[in-house]
């Protein structure tokens, strides 16, 4: 795993809200990061995320329309509660130190994980942001996605609005049809380039929550898959917004309280 990070690039991160990792899973870890989600993902039988009856593909109450959305990307959340492998995978204090160091905090918990899909002819994913989705509100939380598949500009890459995240907010155009919906928010980023992300499979990268990002939609007939994981900077309070925690650990919270239960959202690393 190449996971040791340049000053070079931990300030590309700073700057632009993103990064891309060429390489950063060896062929052998490539396989059995495969191996490990493709099994969970079919133990899963179309589940969601544990605790919950939610399909994928369905109304998931977040997203408006829910045919459209089924069709961007079949998405399972929480593997690592449900499968070994990707627990171990997951919990990687080496990952927990890459997020750690480019967010410039002390520790990271897991928010949740998340499988995503593309199958052949996927719908767009339409610019949006991740943080304002969930149950807390940190400017440096962030996220890992790991091409499992090469993914291309053909087969529904990320792209980013570089920088965008220094100026956006919690409020949240969630991620609907209209790719261009984000800008009714941020006019001041509707006139300026995007940055494509294509990646070999192994490749990763990681993006702030609060940058602007989406992916193209699949022209192909091949499947892109993707593995990511949301991270949570140690120290965060619930801030009133159910995301996904379950019942009943989201009744007993109130707002204000500490997000620190490790069941739900494990330490991976610590300073
Ligand atoms: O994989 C995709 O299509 C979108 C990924 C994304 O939005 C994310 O990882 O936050
Ligand atoms: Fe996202």
């Given at each position: ?21 060429d ?29 919950k ?9 977040i997203?408006?329309d829910?045919?459209?959305?089924g ?33 410039g ?10 499988a995503l899909?593309k ?10 942001l ?5 149950s ?6 962030l996220?890992?996605?790991?091409a ?5 500009l053909e087969?529904?890459c990320?792209y980013f ?9 919690f409020?949240?155009?969630g ?8 800008f ?7 006139t300026?380039?995007s ?6 499979a192994g490749?990763?990268s ?24 949301a991270?949570m900077?140690d120290g965060?309070v619930?801030n ?8 009943p650990?989201?009744?007993?919270l109130?707002?204000g309280?500490p997000?620190?239960?490790?069941e739900?959202n ?6």
């Open positions: 795993m190449n996971y040791h990070l340049t000053k070079e690039q931990i300030e590309f991160y700073q700057t632009n809200g993103f990064i891309v990792i390489n950063f899973l060896s062929p052998e870890e490539l396989e059995e990061w495969r191996k490990a989600v493709g099994t969970a993902v079919k133990e899963r039988a179309g589940q969601k995320m544990p605790g009856d939610a399909k994928t593909g369905e109304d998931d109450g997203n408006e829910a045919a459209y959305f069709k961007v990307f079949d998405q399972l959340l929480n593997l690592w509660q449900t499968n070994e492998d990707v627990k171990k995978i997951m919990t990687d204090p080496r990952i927990g130190q890459m997020a750690a160091q480019l967010a905090v002390d520790g990271i918990r897991i928010w949740h994980d998340q899909f199958r052949p002819w996927a719908n767009p994913t339409s610019w949006h991740d943080t304002p989705f969930w807390f509100s940190d400017r440096k939380a996220s890992i996605w790991v499992l598949d090469d993914a291309t087969n529904g990320l609005i570089p920088g965008s995240y220094h100026q956006t907010s409020e949240n155009k991620i609907g049809k209209n790719m261009d919906g984000i009714e928010v941020y006019p001041q980023f509707a300026v380039k940055v494509a992300a294509p990646m070999k490749s990763c990681f993006h702030n929550g609060l940058t602007i990002h989406g992916a193209g939609a699949n022209m192909t007939s091949g499947y892109r898959r993707a593995m990511t994981c991270y900077p965060n619930f009133g917004i159910a995301n996904i925690l379950p019942e650990y989201l009744s007993s109130k707002p309280d997000l620190q239960n490790d739900q494990p330490v991976i690393y610590h300073k």
